[in-house]
């Protein structure tokens, strides 16, 4: 059974950073590209950023490239994103999710998903 569980989301003020982990167990995690969405209250889940097997691509939401940053630790099991300059905008619940491939943007794509760590931006 394929798990991935988020953590280091919380309660920030504008313009502070998060670094947000995802662990994966239960399926070859090298093999997999990974990538993270986020979901704001009352709106769709949206695609953040992806990463290649091997690390060595990504790939961001065009609106969201700079603030963001997406890395993985294969020894590890573990896909981080980096996030800085928080703005309020950026509120929502962020979910880790193996992908087919990097460029799989849309939530239909994916197989297997992360139960999702809350970001929360104070102004």
């Known amino acids: 059974q394929v798990q991935l569980v988020e953590s280091g989301g919380g309660l920030v003020q504008t313009g502070g950073s998060l670094r947000l982990s995802c662990v994966v167990s239960?399926?070859?995690?090298?093999?997999?590209?990974m990538s993270w969405f986020r979901q704001a209250p009352g709106k769709e889940r949206d695609f953040v950023a992806a990463i290649s097997r091997s690390a060595a691509v990504t790939h961001y939401a065009d609106s969201l490239k700079g603030r963001f940053t997406i890395s993985r630790d294969n020894a590890k099991n573990a896909v981080y994103l980096q996030i800085n300059s928080l703005k309020p905008e950026d509120t929502g619940v962020y979910y880790c999710a193996a992908a087919p491939t990097i460029y799989s943007p849309r939530p239909v794509q994916i197989g297997y998903w992360g139960q999702g760590t809350q970001v929360t931006v104070s102004s």
């Open positions: 239960g399926r070859t995690f090298s093999n997999s590209a």
